[in-house]
């Protein structure tokens, strides 16, 4: 066997695979909300460009097939539907990643709450992440939920 099959061999083996690139986002540890804001985050992402794709051709119906038709789509799906309930759970996916993401601006890029390095020692808790990093974590969670109740309110009892 030449080096060049031992070589390509030894890649092949240590390739991660479709199961350990899904599992990296299945990492359970304890009492890290900072993992689950990773995983909603890009739930989010992948969810917002999908209902917009979906939103472009649907919105697109005027100019297929006339703006009275439009209008009769719209009054006949109107009240509590199937649409509407996606829509409030687009709307929830939209407060979530807007209010994360500027979490993520005002931690990452103007470094607020950084704070100093400290020497590593187990469990392995980032010092950064103690305090402020946290509450802002949960205040973007609560506000999140807030502005997706008030979301719900307008879509189902004000439409």
Do not use: C
């Amino acid at each position: 066997m030449s080096v060049k099959d031992r070589f390509l061999g030894r890649m092949l083996d240590n390739r991660m695979g479709l199961k350990a690139s899904v599992s990296s986002w299945a990492v359970r540890v304890p009492n890290n909300p900072e993992r689950l804001a990773f995983i909603l985050h890009r739930l989010t992402g992948i969810l917002l460009v999908g209902f917009i794709t979906l939103h472009i051709i649907s919105t697109n119906t005027p100019a297929r097939a006339g703006w009275e038709a439009w209008v009769e789509e719209v009054e006949r799906l109107g009240g509590v539907n199937i649409v509407s309930l996606l829509f409030f759970i687009a709307m929830g996916a939209l407060a979530f990643h807007s209010i994360n993401g500027i979490r993520l601006l005002l931690v990452e890029f103007l470094a607020l709450g950084i704070g100093r390095p400290e020497k590593p020692k187990p469990p392995y808790i980032p010092p950064s992440f103690k305090g402020f990093q946290r509450n802002l974590l949960y205040i973007a969670f609560a506000l999140s939920i807030i502005v997706w109740i008030a979301m719900g309110y307008v879509i189902f009892l004000m439409g």
